[in-house]
C-alpha cells in the first residue's frame, strides 16, 4: 500500500506538465484512460493481423538500411517514475507504463524587407512572442532576413561556422534560445562557406548550441513561361546531407521549401525515426496555391508522421512573392492549424502518441513490398 501510494503521489506531481505519464495495473486498484496513448514496450501493443500473404513479404528490404523504429520522445519525468517503479519492485506498474508526450510549436510568419538589421529585430519579436504563449518549438521562414533573391542572397549571405559578428541571424536565434529554453529551426539564410553560397536551416537546442545545420538539397531551378523563372543555382550550392537532429521536443527531419517535393527524402527521414519533418518554405503564386498544402499532406500521409511549414507572409511589390499559409499537418494528413497570407505567427499542438496510433490503426510500415522496391539511404548504409 505505502508503495502504491508513493507511484500514486509521483503521478500527481506530473499531472499538471506537458507532459502525461499514466500507469494502470491489471488488479484494478488504478485505472487511468489511456487513450491516445502508446507503450514504452512495444510488445503490449496489438496491431491489426497480417494476411499469409503480406507476412511472407520481408517489409524490411523496402528500406536499406532497414528502419530504425519510432524513438520514443526525451521524456526525463517518464524515464525517473519507470525507475521509481523498478526500483520499487512493482511489476504490475512497469510492465504497462505508457506516455503521451504534447507540446505547442509556433510557425512565425513574418515579413520580410530589405533591412536585415530590421529583420533580425522582427524575427527576435515574433519568436518571445511565441514562446510566450508556451511554444517550446518555434520555426521561421525560408530565408527571412533577406529578400528572396539571386542579387540579395551574396550581399545578405553570413558564415555560421565563424558566428558572432559574421553572423547575427545566427548569433540572436542562439541568444533566443538559450534564454527562453525552447528548440528553435531557424528557417533559412544565405550562407556564405569555403567559397561558396548555400541556402541553409540551423537548429538551435534549449542551451542555445547548434544541433545540426541543413543546406537545402534540391535547389529550385524554375521555369514556367508567363508565370514565373527562378534559377537558384545562379548561385547557390546544393547540399550534400539530409539532416535530422535529435532535440528536446523529438527527432526532426529538417528541407527546405523544394525539399519537400522528393518524397525520398521524406522516407529517409521516417526510416531514421523522425517524429516530425520541418520544412522552410517561400512557395510562389503559381505553384503555392496548387502544391503547397497537397505536398504537406501528402509526406505526412505517407510516412505518418507530423508536417511543419513556415513562409514568409506575402508581399505584392517584392520581386518574389510568396504564397504565404504556414501550416501544421498531422500523420493522418489532417490540417492541424494553418493561416493565411499575413503575418502570422500560429501556436498549435502536437501529440507524439497519435504516431503510433496512426501506424497501428493502418500499418503501412509492414505492407510494404521488399521483394519489388526499395528506398535506399545511402548516408547510413555507406556509413555501416
Known sequence: MIRNRLIMKALASLSSSTLSLRCC??????????????????RFHSSPPISMASASVNNERARAPPAIPLPPPPLSKAT??????????????????CFSFQFKIGLCQLSVTADKEKNIAHARQAIQDAASKGAQLVLLPEIWNSPY????????AEDVD???????????????????????????????SGGNLYNTCCVFGTDGKLKAKHRKIHLFDMDIPGKITFMESKTLTAGETPTIVDTEVGRIGIGICYDIRFPELAMIYAARGA???????????????????????????????????CSPARDTGSGYIAWGHSTLVGPWGEVLATTEHEEAIIIAEIDYSILEQ?????????????????VVDFQRLNSH
Open 80 to 97: 525517473s517514475l519507470l525507475s521509481l517503479s523498478l526500483s520499487l519492485s512493482l511489476p504490475s506498474l512497469h510492465s504497462l507504463t
Open 358 to 374: 496512426r501506424r497501428t490503426h493502418l500499418p503501412v510500415t509492414k505492407q510494404r513490398r521488399g521483394d519489388l522496391y526499395q
Open 149 to 156: 533573391s539571386n542579387d540579395s542572397f551574396p550581399v545578405y
Open 25 to 42: 495495473s491489471y488488479n484494478n486498484k488504478s485505472s487511468l484512460n489511456l487513450n491516445s496513448l502508446f507503450f514504452a514496450r512495444r
Open 275 to 309: 517524429h516530425l519533418l520541418c520544412y522552410p518554405g517561400a512557395f510562389n503564386m503559381t505553384t503555392g496555391p496548387l502544391h503547397w498544402e497537397l505536398l504537406q499532406r501528402a509526406r505526412a500521409t505517407d510516412n505518418q508522421l507530423y508536417v511543419a511549414t
Open 162 to 192: 565563424a558566428g558572432g559578428d559574421a553572423s547575427p541571424s545566427t548569433a540572436m536565434l542562439s541568444d533566443l534560445a538559450r534564454l527562453l529554453k525552447i528548440t528553435i529551426i531557424g528557417g533559412s539564410i544565405p550562407e556564405r
